[in-house]
């Protein structure tokens, strides 16, 4: 896009006004020559592996220039700027293979995301297609995940994300008493099973739920005792 052209545009002006600073103010053999290095990276982070390789290309028609206008009758130049040609090449070479190794970390990450989302999906098609109702919640209680299920026993067409599972599904117990299922879900450390708990719609209506609480746990920590959400079917 345009921004990419403006870069484009500027990366080369540097590069020919160090070019310039190199061959006609200071000489190849001289701090400043590390400033190319500067210029080098930014190739490669704007430009990948083609900016690295016109930049180092430039460089070496730098040395080049220098050493046929000075190099060929003064041995001492010759082989200051060779050194600096080898030590810009090299740095060139670590750009390459780095900007290489984060290029390869991206496309697994972007891999691992795309294998997290169709797991996500193959398991969301699995549940919208159970008649019961379920919900998952995270450690604190926030529902999730739900299927289609859930909202046909609510009455609701809502979404249910992000919402307290205390204030989507308040129960009252055999007793009459409210049943609070954070409390619940607090105490099952287990898979448990309440089948005295009823659910009151707005209208009066209720009807009585049997509902299986299961912790979800990770599967490497078979001895901790957190757990970091719930299900409930």
């Known amino acids: 896009g345009n921004t990419g052209y403006v870069v484009g545009i500027r990366l080369l002006s540097y590069h020919a006004l160090s070019a310039f600073y190199l061959l006609f103010v200071t000489g190849i053999a001289t701090p400043f020559a590390a400033c190319?290095?500067?210029?080098?990276?930014?190739?490669s982070i704007y430009f990948g592996k083609l900016g690295v390789l016109l930049s180092i290309g430039t460089f070496v028609l730098v040395v080049g220039v220098d050493i046929v206008m000075?190099?060929?009758t003064n041995t001492t130049i010759l082989s200051y700027d060779l050194a600096v040609l080898v030590a810009v090449l090299l740095c060139g070479i670590v750009v390459m293979s780095m900007s290489r190794a984060q290029a390869?970390?991206?496309n697994e990450l972007q891999r691992s995301h795309e294998q997290e989302?169709?797991?996500?999906?193959?398991?969301?098609?699995?549940?919208n297609n159970l008649a019961d109702a379920i919900l998952?919640?995270?450690r604190r209680g926030i529902i999730r995940v739900y299927n289609a299920a859930s909202l046909d026993l609510l009455d609701t067409n809502d979404s249910l994300n992000g919402h307290h599972i205390d204030s989507v599904l308040p129960l009252i117990g055999k007793d009459g008493k409210p049943a609070v299922l954070s409390s619940l879900l607090i105490s099952s450390t287990t898979v448990?099973?309440?089948?005295?708990?009823?659910y009151v719609f707005s209208d009066g209506e209720r009807i009585r739920l049997e509902v299986t609480i299961s912790p979800i746990r990770k599967a490497f920590?078979?001895?901790?005792?957190?757990e970091d959400g719930h299900i409930l079917i």
């Open 36 to 43: 190319w290095i500067l210029l080098l990276t930014a190739a």
């Open 221 to 226: 920590r078979h001895t901790s005792s957190v």
């Open 70 to 72: 000075l190099g060929l």
């Open 117 to 127: 989302t169709l797991q996500r999906d193959r398991i969301l098609t699995i549940v």
């Open 104 to 106: 390869i970390d991206r």
């Open 136 to 138: 998952s919640t995270d």
């Open 192 to 198: 448990h099973v309440y089948d005295d708990l009823w």
